[in-house]
């Protein structure tokens, strides 16, 4: 288990990665002051591997490749085994309780957006949104880049409204992605490898360019879960 404790928004994101025959649990720690993790909290999983089991108070929950799960707030014991899985997660504050819900990648909002001509042709999986798995405040899923395409978000964005999380997986060791963050007028890039993420403050716009096709786990939250609550950037006025 491998955590970041985030100021913006006290979102929590991080990985569970259990090896054969070891079960982690996910626990409060100090940092939340809190009798366990999900007293306060609710809870993003996608499982980037092999199939595992997520365990939430007793009943489990298989999950394969790009499978994700919702666990509400409430939830008392949390575990995580399968050799071979790896399960992402982001976390946000909750002010109510929502039911635990797993999601299937064939049962995914999807919404294809983009071109093979500007390089951004990609298909998008909502699992946990406004009309799909109820929350409190997460809103997350996943988008994959078709072969050929290297552009995410690109017109980008901003919306302070919330924060957002991505998270880069499916490079090869060779592979990076240039992901720029800043205001409009005064861009920088970070250069991300496989399975590294990126917190965007509200303030940012949030977009990635990749040495080839990858995929990314999204995820956000704050005072407002519509999908299109962008205030959009064009890309004549990047600097």
């Known amino acids: 288990l491998n955590l970041l404790y985030c100021e913006v928004e006290r979102a929590i994101t991080g990985a569970a990665v259990p090896t054969l025959g070891n079960t982690l649990t996910l626990e409060a720690g100090k940092e ?14 996608l499982n980037i591997g092999g199939t595992g089991t997520v365990i939430v108070d007793g009943i489990e929950y298989t999950m394969e490749n790009l499978d994700g799960l919702y666990i509400g707030r409430g939830s008392k014991e949390i575990s995580f085994k399968g050799d071979g899985a790896r399960f992402y997660l982001v976390s946000y504050p909750a002010h109510t309780d929502y039911p635990t819900a797993q999601a299937k990648k064939a049962d995914a909002n999807v919404i294809e957006l983009g071109t093979m001509e500007d390089s951004n042709h990609r298909k998008i999986y909502q ?5 799909g798995i109820k929350s409190c405040q997460l809103v997350m899923g996943f988008t994959a880049l078709e072969p050929g395409s290297v552009w995410n978000t690109m017109p980008c964005h901003t919306h302070e409204r919330r924060t957002e999380v991505y998270f880069y997986f499916d490079l090869d060791d060779a592979s990076r992605v240039f992901h720029m963050m800043g205001p409009e007028d005064e861009t920088r890039h970070i250069v991300l490898s496989n399975e590294q993420a990126v917190i965007s403050p509200m303030w940012s716009i949030h977009s990635g360019c990749g040495t080839k096709a990858y995929t990314f786990c999204w995820a956000m939250g ?3 879960q519509r999908f299109d609550d962008m205030d959009h950037i064009a890309i004549g006025d990047l600097k």
Do not use: K
């Not at 939340?32 to 999983?45: I, P």
């Not at 699992?127 to 009309?131: A, F």
């Open 127 to 131: 699992y946990i949104h406004e009309n």
């Open 32 to 45: 939340l002051a809190a009798d366990f993790f999900c007293q306060r909290r609710e809870v993003g999983v």
């Open 222 to 224: 704050g005072e407002n």
